[in-house]
């Protein structure tokens, strides 16, 4: 099973046991909080995902420190995760429950890379492109990387627009490539 479809199952199944509830955003809140405090510091994380550590004490330490921190339903997640040795799995289990959450609220993050900050007018008329197109609320989220020379890469759900100069480039390479280039009639003198 591939990393997203094993951090999709489990987002899954904690919406599921969470949808009863109205409070979803809190608890996508309340993972994100759990991911930075187990994976931003390097020794925390190396103590969490180390299988020379016993599963009961990993348990033990992270039911501690959540005790009255957050839901039982998510504590009790976390040792589910511990036990099944899926925890390396939790920051992107977040962010795929972070994504149920928006859809099921009739919204989409929508990220755009590109290499300049994009001017609001812009990122407002992408915005209602998409939104018209996918039915859903778009949150957009302009991030800037000096991998992309021009033009921009949109990732919406399962969808990529690859709008760069880079892709640009090569399509215009690959439908050159692909033409028969005839030689005419050769003279010689």
Partial sequence: MSQSAVAHSYATALLEIIVKDTDLDQVA???????????????VREFIISPIVNKDIKSNAIAKALNGQTREEVTSFMGILIQKDRLEYFPEITE???????????????????????PEAALERIKKVIEKKFKTQAII???????????????IEDFLIDATMKNKLKSISESLLSQKITAGVLYEN
């Fill in 29 to 43: 809140q309340d993972l994100f909080e759990i991911k930075k405090a187990l994976f931003d510091d390097k020794q």
């Fill in 141 to 155: 989220h302009n991030t800037i990387s000096d991998d992309v020379i021009g033009g921009f890469l949109i990732r």
């Fill in 96 to 118: 795929v429950f972070s994504s149920l959450v928006e859809k099921r609220r009739g919204r989409s993050k929508v990220s755009i890379v590109s290499k300049e900050a994009l």
